[in-house]
């Protein structure tokens, strides 16, 4: 306990022994000085509670007190516990603002002895390729592509925005991946860019690109909804640190795109955000419109979100490239709060470098962020794969979710001169570090459930935010500790781990590293590897035996892809090796057709 806490507490508890010692023993009686203040004897506040109520909430917590200690735990709860949620039930009630972070800082950096200081640099390749004759075939085209174009003044910013504006309107009715189109703020942004280009000021690889971010991210007198029913008219008075960088890396706004409400999955008050190449199932989310759009060639990047997953998932199923940078790397300043030790922001695009580029421009330390830190950032795009350590975990890649897609990015490493390295993690109930997650996202969103305002969320299914939020009342504050002990654990034998290698190769969808991994802090890289057939539309929610999944018959060819982990803050290694096998695999070529 925080000794200024104790202090409080013992100090009301204290005044409430001294009065009612007071009370008993007459006016004349005084406190003995020196007398210590007590747990347990504050004024009696709360409903009264008895035994019983102990014996039921046993069931929750998976605990058992014998019957005499519920009967004593219950005989003084309103003097001793009860009083512990004031700041909550009143009468002194504290407000805690949206921006208000715990006390408590995840650090990944706390265990290993690793440096993270130095310069950043950035070494990208040399592109010289010519301007497609068609709008489509742009549209299409990487960062690294188009930024070229622009930079040549082959192409302008405000003809690339036009083009990007013309292909939101047109599919977003089938893909539903737009919360706000920003197209007079985005042609002001191009002209602007064109304007600077052509006078010679030019700021770099993403100065005159269009994105689209996800409507988490605060802007300026633009919308931010988070994609739920209670904030759709939210409009910020100030942008997020990221769209700050961003606009000062001369990057063009076209679009808020859409996640799933409050950044679950991928259905939000307007809908549910299609897969571009497969329009019967959903894109996956959160970061839903992030990977419809850049699949789509709507955008030239996106910015997503990762807490669990939010960036692998839609990176795989929309077969786009996601970078999931370490935990701090970018600083989340007015962006929605769902879970502060694990929230992350991090690029969404149609190549492996493209993603570096993005990442570059939106790293950095904030003081809006308590956790974001300042660490170099090194990549070198023509620095040799060869002899890099890969690790990978044999009994992953024998079972699901891996497939031979998976199997073959493992072989075609090894094809490239990178080096296996077989590792095993320890067999612990992973999921466990959830806790952790679900506590946290209670209490970002507690007006929200305790106002009921999370009725007027669409999805009220079992496993959605509100009743998720609800029953995350009754996680137990211990537990919550233990899991924290836990989360240290599980990162100190990830350290041990990559200790041994440079980098892993995983199943992107395996439950156990996609927990591990967001617990940890450590970066990921998802990007396409390949296709393959699936005969049923995939959903992001528990089955529904009420609303069984579409069947195909015969099944249809999607894109499939592999994550590579790296250590922490070495995102340039990811990077390099994602480049080395994106270009052995030579499969990104191909694009859906809406």
């Known amino acids: 306990m925080d000794m200024r806490t104790r202090r409080a507490f013992l100090v009301q508890g204290a005044a409430s022994a001294f009065a009612m010692a007071l009370h008993a023993q007459g006016p004349q009686s005084t406190p003995t000085p020196g007398a210590p203040p007590a747990f347990g004897t504050a004024p009696a506040v709360g409903p ?107 192409l302008t910013s405000e003809r690339l925005t036009r083009i990007y504006l013309a292909r939101l309107k047109r599919y977003d009715p089938q893909l539903r991946c737009v919360i706000t189109l920003t197209e007079e703020h985005a042609l002001q942004q191009a002209r602007a860019a064109d304007t600077e280009i052509a006078e010679g000021k030019y700021r770099g690889v993403l100065h005159g690109i269009p994105y689209g971010a996800k409507d988490l991210l605060d802007t300026a007198g633009i919308a931010t909804t988070y994609g739920a029913e209670p904030y759709r008219n939210r409009v910020p008075q100030k942008d997020s640190a990221v769209i700050h960088k961003l606009n000062e890396a001369g990057a063009v706004l076209v679009a808020k795109l859409s996640l799933g409400a409050l950044a679950l999955n991928d259905i939000w008050f307007g809908g549910q955000t299609m897969n571009p190449w497969l329009l019967e199932e959903g894109a996956s989310g959160s970061s839903a419109g992030p990977g419809a759009a850049v699949a789509a060639g ?11 997953g939010s960036i692998v998932s839609p990176s795989m199923r929309c077969g786009v490239t996601g970078l999931r940078p370490t935990y701090g790397r970018v600083p989340r300043t007015g962006a929605m709060t769902l879970a502060w030790s694990l929230d992350k922001l991090g690029p969404m695009a149609r190549g492996v470098e493209d993603t570096m580029m993005v990442l570059q421009a939106i790293s950095g330390q904030d003081s809006g962020d308590v956790a974001s830190v300042d660490a170099p950032l090194l990549f070198d795009a023509s620095q040799n794969v060869k002899g890099l350590r890969l690790g990978y975990v044999p009994k992953w890649m024998k079972e699901s979710p891996a497939t031979d897609v998976d199997r073959n990015a493992l072989e075609v490493a090894k094809q490239i001169g990178m080096l296996p390295v077989e590792v095993n993690l320890p067999d612990w109930p992973y999921d466990n570090l959830n806790t952790i997650l679900f506590a946290e996202a209670a209490a970002a969103f507690e007006e929200l459930t305790l106002t009921n305002a999370d009725d007027q969320l669409k999805m009220q299914v079992p496993d959605a935010w509100p009743n998720s939020f609800r029953q995350a009342r009754f996680l137990s504050a211990v537990d919550f500790v233990q899991a924290d ?110």
């Open 485 to 594: 002990r836990m989360r240290r654990a599980v990162a100190m034998e990830m350290e041990r781990i990559m200790g041994q290698v440079d980098l892993i190769l995983v199943p992107s969808l395996r439950d156990e590293m996609l927990t591990i991994t967001n617990f940890t802090g450590h970066p990921s890289l998802t990007l396409r590897a390949g296709f393959v057939h699936v005969n049923q539309a995939r959903s992001d929610w528990a089955p529904d035996p009420k609303h069984p999944p579409q069947v195909f018959t015969p099944g249809r060819r999607v894109p499939h892809g592999v994550t590579l982990i790296g250590k922490l803050f070495a995102e340039g290694t990811i990077v390099q090796a994602g480049i080395s096998l994106e270009k052995a695999l030579g499969i990104m070529s191909e694009h859906p057709q809406l």
């Open 298 to 308: 709507l955008v030239g990047f996106a910015i997503g979100s990762e807490t669990e």
């Open 48 to 154: 009264s509670i008895s035994p019983a109520d102990f014996e039921h909430a046993e069931k929750l917590l998976q605990v058992t007190l014998t019957p005499a200690e519920r009967t004593e735990a219950a005989g003084n709860w309103q003097n001793s516990m009860a009083a512990l949620v004031e700041r909550r039930t009143g009468p002194r009630k504290v407000p805690l603002s949206d921006g208000l972070a715990p006390a408590t800082t995840w650090q990944p950096t706390s265990i290993t002895h690793a440096q993270f200081s130095g310069p950043s640099t950035q070494v990208f390749g040399h592109v010289a390729v010519s301007l497609p004759t068609n709008d489509e075939a742009i549209a299409f085209a990487p960062v690294t592509h188009l930024s070229h174009w622009i930079k040549s003044r082959m």
